[in-house]
Nanobody, 118 residues
């Protein structure tokens, strides 16, 4: 049974930082592209960042480029999202997701709330 468990969300002031983590189990982690998505109230879920199974390639939404950094530790089956210079518009529930060899994201976590106050 595949499980993705996010942690690290919380309340932070604008300009602050948070580090999200996602612990994966029940899958061959090193074969999966890992992604972070977010969904703000009243909006559709949107892509934030992704990292290839080897960690050699990373991808970011334009809105977070230069502020967020995605990384992974295949030995610990974890993926992280370092979020710096946070803005109120970053407020959302953040989801971790897994896609086998870069295909469809078919495994999702339950999400962690990030709230950025102005």
């Amino acid at each position: 049974q595949v499980q993705l468990v996010e942690s690290g969300g919380g309340l932070v002031q604008a300009g602050g930082s948070l580090r999200l983590s996602c612990a994966a189990s029940g899958l061959t982690f090193s074969s999966y592209t890992m992604g972070w998505f977010r969904q703000a109230p009243g909006k559709e879920r949107e892509f934030v960042a992704a990292i290839s199974w080897s960690g050699g390639n990373t991808y970011y939404a334009d809105s977070v480029k230069g502020r967020f950094t995605i990384s992974r530790d295949n030995a610990k089956n974890t993926v992280h999202l370092q979020m710096n210079s946070l803005k109120p518009e970053d407020t959302a529930v953040y989801y971790c997701a897994a896609a086998w060899r870069g295909g469809v994201y078919n495994y999702w976590g339950q999400g962690t709330q990030v709230t950025v106050s102005s």
